[in-house]
């Protein structure tokens, strides 16, 4: 099952962004950031995907969603394996999902697929390459205060 957690936002300003969260107290993998987005690290097994919207429209095919007015949000789970990608996302095809435009540019090291639940909710299953993410520290947990 999945083991670690995702959530992919839309941003206006990445700058602006990533400044508000730092102020909050959180910390930014450097590894899976660029001029596109940035991973914030929630937890040992929770992150935040910070994108700017022109490089999140091209996970999707509705328009994004204006967190002001309503909110939306890509939910993307990663797992063991690039079959057990393929076996989740047939069984939420299977049960009525609807499957959505293939995710984002192709990465050797990612694999991915992906479906949209009964309300409208996207989600992304992805395996990746456990080779190609290098073994760190753990990220120190960011308290509520």
């Known amino acids: 099952m999945a083991t670690k957690i995702f959530v992919n936002l839309p941003v206006k300003d990445l700058n602006a ?4 969260f730092t102020q909050i107290g959180f910390s930014f993998n450097q590894q899976f950031s ?14 935040v995907m ?3 919207e022109p490089f999140f429209q091209t996970f999707i095919t509705k328009p994004i969603a204006d967190a002001r007015q309503c909110t939306e949000a890509i939910l993307c789970l ?5 079959a057990t990608v393929d076996e989740m996302a047939d069984r939420a095809l299977a049960a009525g999902g609807q499957p959505v435009k293939a995710g984002g540019p192709e990465v050797e090291f990612m694999y991915g697929r992906n479906f949209q639940d009964l309300d409208g909710h996207l989600w992304e299953l992805m395996y990746m390459d456990p080779a190609f993410v290098p073994q760190t520290e753990p990220a120190t947990e960011v308290s509520a205060s």
């Open 17 to 20: 962004s990533i400044a508000f």
């Open 34 to 47: 660029d001029t596109n987005g940035t991973c914030m690290i929630v937890g040992d097994d929770i992150y």
């Open 78 to 82: 990663q797992l063991d394996s690039r």
């Open 50 to 52: 910070l994108l700017t």
